[in-house]
């Protein structure tokens, strides 16, 4: 008996262990950037991946160079889980500017309002991290074949 205990422990704290080090890889805030000349700002797409299992996703604006946001166009979170490459995002709640702004398209954080969610919305995507964990690259069968590359910014 106590060697059937220790054979299933052990499988136990491996595929634990197997899981924890696939999160492991995805915590942290990611980032990807580009200027909006149209506007003058720097549009921010970042997620954030917290190990509780919830994340954070911030599409924003900032000034080019700085690292706080100016505003925000959108604020999603949720909760996310991972099996191998696959990486399903669950939204529970969506904070998004009141709907009479529309120029600049975005507000700062405390003027955001919460905007309903179905419960069942998840979106599953492929993700890939470099080999040095410098870089996220999401793709959703909706996006182009490269995808999205976001940049680690916590590190």
Request: net charge negative; glycine share 6%; charged share 20%.
């Amino acid at each position: 008996m106590k060697r059937l205990l220790a054979i299933v422990m052990t499988l136990a704290f491996s595929c634990s262990e197997k899981e924890e080090t696939l999160n492991s890889k995805l915590l942290g805030a990611w980032e990807a950037a580009y200027f909006a000349e149209d506007l003058g700002f720097e549009s921010v797409n970042r997620y954030i991946f917290l190990s509780d299992g919830s994340y954070f996703y911030e599409w924003g604006y900032r000034v080019l160079g700085e690292t706080e946001m100016t505003g925000y166009h959108n604020i999603w979170t949720g909760i996310y889980l991972t099996a191998g490459d696959q990486l399903s995002l669950q939204t529970l709640r969506v904070f998004s500017p009141p709907n009479m702004v529309t120029q600049p398209p975005f507000v700062p954080k405390d003027q955001l309002e919460e905007k309903s969610v179905s419960p069942s919305e998840t979106n599953r995507f492929q993700f890939q991290i470099s080999y040095d964990r410098s870089t996220l690259t999401v793709r959703h069968s909706q996006m182009d074949m490269d995808g999205a590359t976001f940049q680690r910014v916590d590190e």
